[in-house]
């Protein structure tokens, strides 16, 4: 049974299932790559990581007064610089499919919150959110190191590499300052209008749910890495299938498109 819905997981997510990580390419860029290379990467990767993009537009969604946002961000943002630039400089590393499985239930616990469901269905008083974002942020800033620790950092002394590090985290930095002026011009838009009284709950469970799709995507990279033999084919042969997979789904949308 557990095959059968990764298996469908698999085909419900073709184009992302391989997605926000550290490619070939970027690995092999790094290797004589500048510090503004590593900003660059470290831009991209926020902006082009959907789970820590959708944690933040939790984070912010219902937040109106300008220093609540920056006092929230403020703390999201040194939680995760804490551990990308202490675990990646200190070697500390864990199975990223694992790292990204808890920042997807980040994102649900954010949906949740915002509807007040601790309240209205498990009667309890929510933790306090300051704290929980905090935690979070340091979550989400292991698995950044994650991917940040596939790339070569200490071809050149300690001190070299920390700059690296320092590099990347600045490059995450300017990709969530980018991401969250988009959110926030477009969140500013919506509240004027009627709909957002009327779907800002809806919204919010929609959340939940891509944390949870998220969840079962992360968990199905996962069982495939660690127990490749239960399911057929090994780890490497499973990234061609899924390859192979998106390229012919995209030869047949180019087909039915003449």
Request: some cysteine; aromatic content about 14%; hydrophobic content about 50%.
């Amino acid at each position: 049974m557990n095959k059968i819905l990764f298996v469908l997981i698999s085909f419900a997510f073709p184009a992302i299932s391989w997605a926000h990580g550290i490619s070939e390419a970027d690995k092999a860029a790094m290797i004589d790559g500048g510090y503004l290379r590593y900003i660059s990467l470290g831009a991209t990767h926020m902006i082009t990581g959907y789970d820590h993009l959708l944690f933040l537009l939790g984070v912010i969604f219902l937040l109106t007064n300008v220093k609540d946002i920056v006092k929230f961000i403020s703390v999201f943002t040194l939680g995760h610089s804490i551990t990308l630039i202490f675990a990646t400089f200190s070697g500390i590393t864990a199975n990223y499919f694992l790292i990204d499985a808890v920042i997807a239930l980040s994102v649900c616990y954010k949906g949740f919150d915002n509807n007040d469901w601790f309240k209205n269905y498990l009667g309890i008083k929510a933790p306090n959110i300051l704290m929980m974002v905090f935690v979070f942020g340091l979550i989400h800033g292991f698995g950044l190191s994650t991917r940040l620790q596939q790339l070569p950092l200490g071809d050149h002394g300690s001190m070299g590499m920390l700059l690296r590090i320092i590099s990347f985290n600045i490059g995450v930095e300017v990709g969530q300052i980018v991401a969250l002026c988009v959110m926030l011009i477009l969140l500013q838009a919506w509240r004027k209008r009627d709909s957002f009284k009327n779907f800002s709950r809806v919204a919010n469970d929609a959340l939940v749910l891509a944390g949870f799709l998220l969840f079962l995507m992360q968990i199905h990279g996962y069982q495939h890495t660690k127990y490749p033999d239960d399911f057929g084919f090994n780890e490497d042969a499973h990234f061609h299938w899924h390859l192979e997979n998106k390229a012919a789904n995209e030869e047949t949308t180019t087909h039915d498109n003449l």
